[in-house]
């Protein structure tokens, strides 16, 4: 099989041939095993962690972290119930597999 990719270290396009196992074992070493989940969706590599990240680096940098340091409240969704009109609170979420 031959197939074209983009080589990360001189950023130039380059083809490449190999036989159909090996190019399968190539892509299937990206592949989770069913249940895992991928490390960056939790904890500092999560998204939503990037002004976390950035404080940790200032600080190891000894830089001041005061620029970055402003903390927003996340906006939370409320629903009221039908019946009773008080607050509903989120207990779990379920997802089909």
């Known amino acids: 099989m031959t197939f074209r990719y983009t080589d990360s270290q001189t950023r130039q396009p380059a083809t490449r041939t190999l036989p159909v196992v090996q190019f399968s074992w190539l892509i299937l070493q990206h592949v989770l095993p069913k249940g895992l989940q ?3 969706d939790y904890g500092l590599l999560h998204g939503s962690a990037r002004t976390l990240r950035l404080n940790i680096q200032l600080m190891l940098l000894g ?3 005061w620029q970055l ?3 927003t409240e996340p906006l939370k969704a409320t ?3 039908p019946s009773c ?3 509903m609170h989120c207990v779990g ?4 597999r």
């Open 38 to 40: 991928r490390v960056r």
């Open 63 to 65: 830089l001041p972290t």
């Open 69 to 71: 340091s402003v903390k």
């Open 79 to 81: 629903r009221d119930c």
């Open 93 to 96: 979420i379920t997802r089909p």
């Open 85 to 87: 009109q008080q607050a």
